[in-house]
Structure formats: structure tokens, C-alpha cells
């Protein structure tokens, strides 16, 4: 008897730790046209379904990179990007959609400047805010518009500690991004 509750407790914790490795890695990451260097360590939550990554959990850190079309709507403002639109202009948009949203309390925009990402011409936001419960986050938002589509990456995590910890390995995540020549190609490579 006590073999076999040993046989199950093993199964068990074996099943427990494939499980967790499972979701520990960057399977299932949406299909792209861009490329990035995703430092080891990090991984995509499974039931996400963003190309969106972390390292200790979402509500610690994480990067999120997003490509729009520049004609949809915001969810909470309603504006929209333009091809012509200078990139502060398009921060000035960005600013209000987040300052819109309910779920943020307490915004402010510590820096507003321009940006190179790729080799085009964007713009930077660095913002804290909190959430419902009272947790301070920090944000480190990228953005350039290029032809019909409005490109971000961005990096939140928990003022406290997270934040300060993790900014590099989005430094390198930021340098590594490229728009993929040949939409085909929209890989994501490992350090």
C-alpha cells in the first residue's frame, strides 16, 4: 500500500512540475510581423492570448508588444492614428486612452519624449499609476506609427522592486525588436 501511495504521490508531482513547465514557456505566442529576442527566463501565460510575456507573473512584470491598425478606435477615448501623425501627437492619444481608462487611478506622466524604435521615429512615456487595490505600478511605453499600423511594446511592473529589476532585460527586448521585411518571417528568437 504504501508503494502504490508513493507511485501516486510521484505521478502526481511529476504531472504537477510538466504542467507548470508547460506553461513556462513561449508556445503560443501569436503570429507576427515583427521580430524579438526574448531574454531566457521569460514566458507567456497560457491563457493569454496577446503576445504578451513575463518573467515572475503579470501582476509583477511584464512586456506586452502590440501591432493596431491606425484606423481603429481606441476602447475608451474613441480617437484614432493617422499615417501623417507626428509621434507626439500619437503620445498625446496614447496618454488619453490611459488616463481614460477607470481601471487606473492616481496617473501621472513622468516623461513624454521622443524615441527611436527600429530606426523610426516614436515616442517614450514613462507613467505610474495604481490599480483598485491600491498596488503602484510603473509603465515604460514605446510607440511609432509605420504605414497602416500603430506598433507598442511596453514594460509594467510593480513600482516597488519589479520594476527597477526587469528594466534592462526590456531595454534589450526593446533593442532587439525589428519589423520584419517579409511578414512571412515573424519569429521570435531566445537569448
Not at 488616463?99 to 513624454?112: G, L, M, T
Amino acid at each position: 500500500m504504501k508503494t502504490i501511495l508513493a507511485i501516486l504521490v510521484s505521478l502526481f508531482l511529476i504531472a504537477g512540475c510538466a504542467s507548470v513547465a508547460q506553461e513556462r514557456s513561449l508556445k503560443n505566442l501569436p503570429v507576427s510581423d515583427f521580430l524579438v529576442e526574448i531574454p531566457a527566463g521569460w514566458w507567456k501565460p497560457k491563457h493569454i492570448d496577446k503576445y504578451l510575456f513575463t518573467k515572475d507573473g503579470v501582476f509583477l512584470q511584464y512586456v506586452l508588444i502590440q501591432q493596431r491598425p491606425i484606423d481603429r478606435p481606441f476602447r475608451y477615448t474613441k480617437k484614432k492614428l493617422n499615417k501623417g501623425m507626428l509621434p507626439q501627437e500619437a503620445s498625446g492619444i496614447i496618454i488619453d486612452e490611459i488616463a481614460s481608462d477607470r481601471r487606473i487611478y492616481k496617473f501621472n506622466v513622468i516623461e513624454n519624449a521622443p524615441a527611436i524604435i527600429d530606426g523610426r521615429d516614436g515616442f517614450k512615456i514613462l507613467f505610474a499609476y495604481k490599480d483598485k487595490k491600491g498596488s503602484a505600478f510603473k509603465t515604460l511605453y514605446y510607440g511609432f506609427i509605420m504605414g497602416d499600423s500603430f506598433y507598442n511594446l511596453r514594460y509594467n511592473a510593480a513600482m516597488r522592486y519589479y520594476f527597477d529589476k526587469d528594466i534592462e532585460a526590456f531595454e534589450q527586448i526593446l533593442s532587439s525588436f525589428k519589423v520584419a521585411k517579409d511578414k512571412a518571417n515573424g519569429l521570435i528568437t531566445r537569448k
